[in-house]
């Protein structure tokens, strides 16, 4: 079966956040003035896309830290801004104490932006709206070690009009909410998925033997679940908690979400006498 998400080749709409100011629907107010970034940042030996390029070469409007999306994504592609909307000394806490990184050992980092895509954990559909919402006044960004067995949680505030990095910290998923949910993870996308998908599967989306535009309500066999992805990480996931609380449910949703091609893929999971399955695919 043709897979739905298509390589993403540009990253126009995100360009456009740059340029325009994102979702906000309010004009463009004017740029950081540390917003402009050399392409090598610091970081001479790193290669970076071209959409990465234009992104870290467009001033970002102030308009964009209204919405933490339109501000993670330039905060992602350019070095500059990213060390200026970070609190110096940086905390890092881990199991063994608190640590403290200096500006001078801060290296870029882009998180999820060269893949081209990125996930998001939820409990139920409901928690999906709080991302476009521009009362938020606290971001947690989890990078998900799933070979490690460990979550590092960048913890982002709203002050002064400005999202800024305020602190990080690591521990292993014993200590998550979704504890359950992301040794699962690991085992499902690390090793044979196919064995924890219900077969078959439920299936909601573009007609995946007809016109896209056509959207349908179907089963599919359990092994087409993984073409309907970008690719199935092995090690790394990301997770955004926008102000929800991930608890210890019984339904999780796994989102994927492409950077510039507005394709979105959700992944639902029931767990059922302490297992977990893949039960539903939904495909935008």
Request: net charge positive; charged share 25%.
């Amino acid at each position: 079966m043709r897979k739905v998400f298509l390589s993403i080749l540009a990253v126009f709409a995100i360009v456009m956040v740059g340029i325009g100011g994102g979702c906000t629907g309010k004009k463009p107010e004017a740029a950081d003035s540390v917003a402009t970034d050399s392409v090598q940042s610091g970081d001479s030996a790193e290669v970076v896309d071209s959409a990465t390029k234009i992104i870290a070469e467009t001033p970002m409007p102030k308009a964009a830290d209204q919405l933490f999306d339109d501000f993670f994504f330039n905060f992602i592609a350019n070095g500059k801004l990213q060390k200026n909307r970070i609190k110096f000394p940086l905390e890092i806490e881990t199991g063994e104490g608190t640590q403290q990184l200096s500006q001078a050992q801060w290296k870029t980092d882009h998180f999820f932006r060269k893949q081209g895509y990125y996930t998001i954990i939820f409990d139920n559909e409901k928690q999906m709206k709080a991302a476009k919402s521009t009362d938020i006044d606290s971001v947690t960004v989890e990078k998900i070690h799933l070979k490690k067995q460990m979550v590092e949680q960048y913890l982002f505030d709203h002050q002064d009009g400005k999202w800024k990095l305020n602190k990080i910290r690591k521990s292993p998923f014993s200590s998550s909410s979704n504890a359950s949910f992301l040794d699962f993870l690991a085992q499902f996308l690390g090793g044979d998925g196919l064995k924890y998908v219900k077969n078959p599967l439920s299936y909601t989306g573009p007609d995946p033997d007809g016109e896209e535009t056509s959207i349908v309500n179907r089963n599919i066999p359990a092994s087409e679940w993984s073409s309907f992805l970008p690719e199935v990480p092995k090690n790394t996931i990301y997770n955004i908690l926008y102000g929800q609380k991930n608890a210890d449910s019984n339904k999780k949703i796994l989102t994927f979400r492409g950077l510039s091609n507005g394709i979105e893929t959700q992944l639902v999971f029931k767990r059922n006498g302490g297992s977990w399955q893949l039960v539903k695919l939904i495909a935008y």
